[in-house]
């Protein structure tokens, strides 16, 4: 053997006995602690294979951090083709379903807007003196005549069938315009209208009138008026919707409490909250709260308030503070919620999903 075979001979015997002894050493290893070695081999893996990523079904949007652009007292109104929403935030409207929501202003020293519920371009506003609009509020001009008596005066409804027909309170009076502010009447038999809450009732001249605790029933657009049942003492109405059905009305009265009967008298209902409501009979409540941080409720009812349902779908992290039913039927509604969100519904209130955030705080 030559002397150069002779040194490749030991070095490989040197590297056979080093790599005997690391598999000495890796088998104690092994036989006096398995789960560390099993740990370091799996570690060792996961550097070199990254686990699976799996995908949430559902992503959840990001709940809102503050109330929403509304604020508190919230309204919201449907018409044919738009949404209003009002509260101590400002006023905001929809022409898109309540997908996305514009700021609305009106001109300097008017108020009270009320929007033609058939057409939302044609719109009333009050002030010291009594404004219309052709634009959707772009433009305003004085109504053909100014109603009788001083201001300021506070439009309250265009009839729904019927837009040349108008009511409008001034000095504690009712007024009415059959013939688009042409000529004005001035309703009488009714009590000092203050706060007065006024809602059509299906028919094109038919309407519900409440101020204080008193109701009454306006008849061929306020022609012939007839006083319902009071509501039990002390309590005031402070928004009224027509069932259709009887008993006919459903009234949110001011002890948080609502109320259903009309011409026989009033029965509370266990539901609570701001209500809504179609001429089918069916009608909804947001059961309100002003507060994140706690699930919201909207429920419905089919039977004149007998019995209740709550709708599935709505947010975990917020109250919900109104919902509007859309034209013609109230299949599909749209729901506020306190942070800003917007929900809807197109099963009558059985099941609801996010539509946006249009109206959430920056």
Not at 78 to 103: I, P, R
Not at 326 to 339: E, R, T
């Amino acid at each position: 053997m030559t002397p150069v075979a002779v040194l490749r001979s030991r070095q490989l015997a040197g590297l056979a006995g080093a790599l005997c002894a690391i598999a000495i050493g890796a088998a104690a290893a092994i036989v006096s602690s398995p789960q560390s070695f099993s740990a370091g081999i799996n570690r060792d893996l996961s550097l070199a294979r990254p686990a699976a990523v799996v995908p949430s079904p559902t992503p959840s949007p990001t709940g809102p951090a503050a109330a929403g652009k509304l604020g508190d007292q919230v309204n919201l109104l449907a018409g044919a083709g738009w949404l209003l929403a009002t509260g101590t935030g400002g006023t905001f409207e929809s022409d898109d379903g309540g997908s996305t929501w514009q700021s609305v202003s009106l001109a300097a020293g008017l108020s009270g807007l009320v929007i033609d519920p058939a057409n939302p371009a044609h719109r009333l506003a009050g002030g010291n003196t009594l404004a219309e609009s052709h634009d959707a509020g772009k433009s305003w001009t004085p109504s053909r005549t100014q109603p009788p008596g001083p201001g300021p005066f506070t439009p309250l409804a265009i009839n729904p069938t019927d837009p040349a027909v108008w009511f409008v309170t001034a000095h504690g009076a009712l007024l009415r315009t059959r013939d688009s502010a042409v000529s004005w009447r001035s309703m009488t038999g009714l009590p000092r209208i203050a706060s007065p809450v006024l809602t059509p009732e299906g028919a094109g001249d038919r309407f519900s009138l409440s101020v204080g605790g008193r109701n009454f029933d306006l008849l061929d657009n306020g022609n012939q008026i007839n006083e319902m049942k009071p509501l039990p003492a002390g309590v005031t109405a402070t928004q009224v919707s027509w069932l259709g059905t009887s008993p006919a009305l459903i009234v949110r009265g001011s002890d948080g409490k609502l109320y259903i009967g009309g011409t026989a008298g009033w029965a509370p209902t266990g539901a609570t909250g701001f209500i809504a409501a179609v001429p089918s009979g069916t009608a909804w409540v947001a059961a309100g709260g002003g507060h994140l941080g706690a699930a919201g409720k909207i429920s419905f009812t089919s039977d004149g308030g007998a019995t209740w349902v709550d709708g599935t779908g709505l947010p975990q992290d917020q109250s919900v503070e109104a919902v509007a039913a859309l034209p013609p039927n109230g299949g599909s509604l749209i729901a506020y919620a306190y942070g800003g969100d917007l929900y809807s519904s197109t099963d009558a209130g059985q099941n609801w999903a996010l539509l946006s955030g249009g109206l959430r705080s920056p």
